[in-house]
């Protein structure tokens, strides 16, 4: 089947799932409706480029007629213009096509959460986590996405032990999900008195943040404890139980094993919005498990995964002393503005990672 018999196929299926959009019984299920109307609006661009790709070349066509059968020199001339005109429109629409029809993966528009833990290194590794922290926070503002913190660990020496986030912004998980896996840090510590490099490590995890249709929780078999928070947040922090914890058991259908998930959520004063967040949480977490067999299936296709797979690979090092961060997934991809990184300029090196995963992506989908 060549690209335009794909691309036909593909417009009578986008066609299709209009009609049904439009059927009440899809418009009753809203589960099926939300994934309906997302998939519709993903394949949108695709039939929009191939619209005008039989447009363009049924003028070029056309103008090719035009040129062999006509005598008039000033009619000749337009019809030229207009095949050079075409051709390069068709050329440049064919390789959006080629973008266009890589495989994306469904949870790209997802808002994220993210989860830094610190690693080997004692205070230092907490330090660190704290700086990925803010370097995500300053990356995320120059994308207008919205943070906001739900759980947090603080280091004895400062930095963060853990911390989770939620990003919220368009399509903010299809690209902070080149974030995932294990961050290393070469730097003289602040403790050490020798000036010597040490080598300390934080983990990121990038999870696509679910939404209330993506995960059936039966909320009656949910076990609820409230505890009073500690630390600052004003005088009802230790006085009033707003913090709230829950143990939930789930079976794993892609395993069959039983497993408990434990959630803690002390983020604010107010009980009934700790046990909103802390079940927005237990959502993400159960759809990431579920999700892990997607990875799983792509995983063994393909020979690298440049934006997910296992989280404990070490990908990034971060050198102080040479002003420099290298990422490990792509050969060569390494910055000497180390200061920037920091400060939040990570688009130079996400976009170089997201190059690499379309060019697979392409080269899997042509085999």
Known sequence: ????????????????MGEQLADPAVVADMK???????????????????????????????????????????LRKMAAEEIVNAQ??????????????????????????????????GDEACLFAGDLFRMYVKYCETKGWKTEITFVSEGSSGGYKEIDFTVVGDGCYGILKFESGVHRVQRVPKTETQGRIHTSAASVAVLPEAEEFDVEINEGEIKWDTFRSSGAGGQNVNKVESGVR??????????????????????????????????????????????????????????TMVSTGDRSAKIRTYN?????????????????????VMDGSLDEIINKLQMAENAEKMKENLE
């Open 88 to 121: 390069n429109r068709i050329e440049q629409l064919e390789q959006d096509i080629r973008l266009l029809m890589i495989p994306k993966d469904p949870q790209d528009n997802k808002n994220a959460c993210l989860e830094i833990r610190a690693g080997t290194g």
């Open 320 to 340: 102080f002393p040479q002003g420099r961060v290298t990422d490990h997934r792509v050969d060569g991809l390494t910055v000497y503005n180390l200061a920037a």
């Open 1 to 16: 089947m060549d690209i335009t018999e794909k691309l036909g196929v593909i417009k009578h299926r986008w066609e299709e």
């Open 32 to 74: 099926r409706y939300v994934k309906l109307n997302k998939d519709y609006k993903d394949l949108e661009p695709l039939v929009r480029a191939f619209n005008e790709y039989r447009l363009l070349q049924g003028n070029l066509s056309e103008a090719r007629s035009m040129l062999e059968s006509e005598k008039d020199d000033e």
């Open 246 to 303: 829950l143990r939930y058991i789930w079976k794993n259908p892609n395993t069959g094993v039983a497993e408990e998930i434990l959630i803690e959520c002390t983020e604010t004063r107010d009980q009934p919005k700790n046990k909103e967040r802390a079940l927005s949480r237990l959502r993400t977490r159960i759809y990431d498990l579920e999700y892990q067999k997607y990875i799983n299936d792509i995983s063994a296709k393909r020979k």
